[in-house]
């Protein structure tokens, strides 16, 4: 058998209600802590990926990832960071990035990021 987390499904009611109710718990602690995240990181001023928090394209894999009231933020999908003047100069190796836009869109679709040390 390969990997799993060992659970035996198979063996009567009473297991799966107690995991059941495990599950629950878990899921409700949670709820709770990234709750609790979110409620810092706004204040804090940070991130804040509640439902309020609004997404642009990463220049580079053209996913919604970028927050767009954070200055230099990194895309999660392809760590491409977010340079308005390398956006707009897809040429230019000078900005947040060690690399062009143009160069980590090439590594993107090649090795799946942008930026291949
Ligand atoms: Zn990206």
Not at 68 to 84: K, L, M, R, S, Y
Request: glycine share 10%; with cysteine.
């Amino acid at each position: 058998m390969m990997g799993g987390r060992g659970k035996d499904i198979g063996s009567g009611y009473y297991q799966i209600d107690i995991d059941e109710y495990l599950q629950r718990i878990n899921v409700n602690k949670i709820i709770e802590e990234s709750e609790e995240k979110r409620n810092s990181m706004q204040k804090n001023g940070l991130y804040g990926r509640g439902s309020t928090s609004l997404l642009k394209k990463c220049a580079c894999c053209e996913k919604y990832t970028i927050p767009v009231n954070v200055e230099h933020a990194i895309c999660e999908v392809c760590g491409w960071i977010d340079d308005e003047y390398q956006n707009m100069h897809p040429e230019s190796n000078k900005g947040s990035d060690p690399i062009s836009l143009n160069m980590a869109r090439e590594n993107f679709k090649k090795y799946g990021k942008a930026i291949v040390l």
